[in-house]
């Protein structure tokens, strides 16, 4: 067997979950399960089969590390002083397992993403598991577009690698727009780029020397201090000097040792705003879903989330309504890509407690 | 001068205005000015000119004798135990004053009516109580049609009437649909039934006998206790017995001696519905209307009515979003006259404490 360390990345805002995701509980902490379960809870249950409860290992924002270690006791928390976006958090992750355990596989794992399928994607992070562990390669979990989605990255697939089930990576794409979505869709060697990455500690960590040289001497900055009284200290003076720059931007766009293993659609859902979280639940014979106080009439495909008032929706189509409590959303199901833009709205007014 | 008693009808529920418009508190509390005053406050300010303040009455639901005594101190009030419609409310009126002051003009005026001119309507009601002094008339206040409404009734006026300011009237017209209320917009002889009328409390009693002897009957057998320590009573057995019909369709169709005086359009709104009630308010560059903690982006021709909490709206047209505090309306501004449906729906589901 392989050892493995599984990294959960949970230090996302979730800006277009406004208003139930706000900076000080975001949207790795909501729940699209009937249960209750929590997104980042899901996630770690999830990877069970791939590691030990002690080789759980989640970073987040320090404003999170009491709601981390609420929803998912048993991990390893790493507590960023600030959030410097994905490479800076993966290169921390991959110096901690360095110093500790230079050899394992890391899986790495955003905490607020959905999958419905949770065999395939096992059977995809385990052939994943392999590669990274037989090469030096920076591995990347690809889905099979299941339809032209213009709010995921494509990666286009090379060669095969030594007939294995994983491909070199040719091209990653940025999130494209609708008629290049469609293009992809139809070609086979196009895949979704699930934020699902696999690889040993010393790979990644060259490819952030090589890429982002300055990025990596402060990593490594920090990593004389790990394990040390300093640790603490160090994170708090060094971390927040790191360049914010995501680990397929700053890096794997970059590196000429990508791989991708391939995965059948799993119902793979990076529950990016409020019409992917709908996804998840049964609507009525109008397609209307509705949780809480809610009543609709003569609306159809309207997403209507109360709290502690009733809700009433008269002669509305595809409306969104979500109720937080202290704020309440309103804006058309084609709209919700840019809540964010509240968020940033509120932002420039000074409204802080809205944030 | 003309001895004239104002009687303010102020019994209607405004389903329309759900949900800040509930049983218990109904449109005519509601205020549309900037300084706060009610609806039922302007419309007893306004008719000052024509009555003294001991000339006031108000007929109400005995649910709000307190309310309406709150907002208009001075007002004699007439309680009904339960609501029966305008013929009931104003042949009780009727009634008190063939009893106190038989020879008196009544001017009816509804209590929820909005008047951006209010000159236009005084001089209209003067020529109307003179009429109505001289004849035995049923006099109606008819506005020249700004536009065509469907919302409204219409009168359609016969001769002109001694030279005077008043015609006889043609015939009554329903509520129209949209190519008849433009038709009647092209001929100069329709005018807006505005629901005020002038005329004897003698006229309009003998005018309820002809056509509604049995509620008449019964208004008689009130009209006997009224002074008496018995009045009470008689009104809470009597009253709920009365047939529940409307002035205009139980009488004034039927009756041959309707006059109208015709009025300028003097701002005249039935505030009928949230869509005519943004009509008194300025809007935004946008066209949005906003009262309360709100926020649009990239929306136009909104209305927003916060309470305690930020509503953020986003790339919406034409919406209307009324929170109330414990209930919330969202629905397109074309469907305003729908919102009734709602009170309906809460009524068949039994959320009696919604309505």
Same mark, same amino acid.
Request: with cysteine.
């Given at each position: 067997?392989?050892?493995?360390?599984?990294?959960?990345?949970?230090?996302?805002?979730?800006?277009?979950?406004?208003?139930?995701?706000? #900076?000080?509980?975001?949207?790795?902490?909501?729940?699209?399960?009937?249960?209750?379960?929590?997104?980042?809870?899901?996630?770690?249950?999830?990877?069970?089969?791939?590691?030990?409860?002690?080789?759980?290992?989640?970073?987040?924002?320090?404003?999170?590390?009491?709601?981390?270690?609420?929803?998912?006791?048993?991990?390893?928390?790493?507590?960023?002083?600030?959030?410097?976006?994905?490479?800076?958090?993966?290169?921390?992750?991959? *110096?901690?397992?360095?110093?500790?355990?230079?050899?394992?596989? #890391?899986?790495?794992?955003?905490?607020?993403?959905?999958?419905?399928?949770?065999?395939?994607?096992?059977? &995809?992070?385990?052939?994943?598991?392999?590669?990274?562990?037989?090469?030096?390669?920076?591995?990347?979990?690809?889905?099979?577009? &299941?339809?032209?989605?213009?709010?995921?990255?494509?990666?286009?697939?090379?060669?095969?690698?030594?007939?294995?089930?994983?491909?070199?990576?040719?091209?990653?794409?940025?999130?494209?727009?609708?008629?290049?979505?469609?293009?992809?869709?139809?070609?086979?060697?196009?895949?979704?780029?699930?934020?699902?990455?696999?690889?040993?500690?010393?790979?990644?960590?060259?490819?952030?020397? +090589?890429?982002?040289?300055?990025?990596?001497?402060?990593?490594?900055?920090?990593?004389?201090?790990?394990?040390?009284?300093?640790?603490?200290?160090?994170?708090?003076?060094?971390?927040?000097?790191?360049?914010?720059?995501?680990?397929?931007?700053?890096?794997?766009?970059?590196?000429? +040792?990508? &791989?991708?293993?391939?995965?059948?659609?799993?119902?793979? +859902?990076?529950?990016?705003?409020?019409?992917?979280?709908?996804?998840?639940?049964?609507?009525?014979?109008?397609?209307?879903?509705?949780?809480?106080?809610? #009543?609709?009439?003569?609306?159809?495909?309207?997403?209507?989330?109360?709290?502690?008032?009733?809700?009433?929706?008269?002669? &509305?189509?595809?409306?969104?309504?979500?109720?937080?409590?202290?704020? #309440?959303?309103?804006?058309?199901? +084609?709209?919700?890509?840019?809540?964010?833009?509240?968020?940033?709205?509120?932002?420039?007014?000074?409204?802080?407690? *809205?944030?």
């Amino acid at each position: 067997l392989i050892p493995v360390k599984v990294v959960i990345l949970a230090g996302g805002q979730g800006t277009r979950f406004w208003p139930k995701s706000r #900076m000080k509980a975001p949207k790795q902490f909501l729940s699209i399960s009937p249960d209750g379960e929590s997104l980042i809870q899901a996630t770690a249950r999830r990877v069970k089969p791939l590691a030990d409860n002690q080789d759980l290992w989640i970073v987040t924002n320090c404003m999170h590390t009491e709601k981390v270690a609420e929803h998912v006791p048993y991990a390893r928390i790493i507590s960023e002083p600030v959030g410097r976006n994905t490479t800076a958090s993966i290169g921390l992750a991959a *110096m901690f397992m360095r110093v500790q355990s230079p050899n394992d596989v #890391m899986v790495i794992l955003p905490a607020d993403h959905a999958v419905k399928q949770e065999e395939i994607l096992l059977k &995809a992070l385990n052939q994943a598991v392999k590669v990274a562990s037989e090469k030096d390669v920076l591995v990347t979990i690809g889905v099979t577009p &299941a339809y032209p989605h213009t709010g995921y990255g494509y990666i286009k697939r090379g060669e095969k690698l030594n007939g294995g089930p994983a491909f070199s990576v040719s091209r990653f794409f940025e999130k494209p727009n609708f008629e290049r979505a469609q293009e992809y869709c139809k070609n086979e060697r196009f895949y979704w780029n699930s934020g699902m990455f696999v690889w040993r500690p010393e790979v990644i960590l060259t490819a952030i020397k +090589n890429n982002l040289p300055r990025l990596y001497e402060g990593l490594e900055k920090i990593a004389k201090f790990i394990g040390t009284s300093d640790e603490a200290r160090a994170l708090n003076e060094i971390f927040p000097e790191l360049e914010s720059i995501s680990i397929d931007f700053g890096v794997l766009e970059h590196a000429r +040792n990508c &791989a991708v293993v391939p995965a059948e659609p799993f119902g793979w +859902n990076d529950v990016g705003s409020w019409d992917a979280w709908a996804e998840h639940f049964a609507s009525d014979a109008e397609g209307n879903l509705s949780r809480g106080d809610v #009543m609709t009439i003569d609306s159809q495909g309207c997403i209507v989330y109360g709290h502690d008032r009733l809700i009433a929706v008269l002669g &509305a189509q595809d409306l969104v309504v979500i109720d937080s409590g202290d704020a #309440m959303l309103v804006c058309p199901r +084609n709209r919700v890509q840019d809540v964010k833009n509240i968020v940033e709205e509120l932002k420039r007014r000074g409204r802080t407690e *809205m944030v």
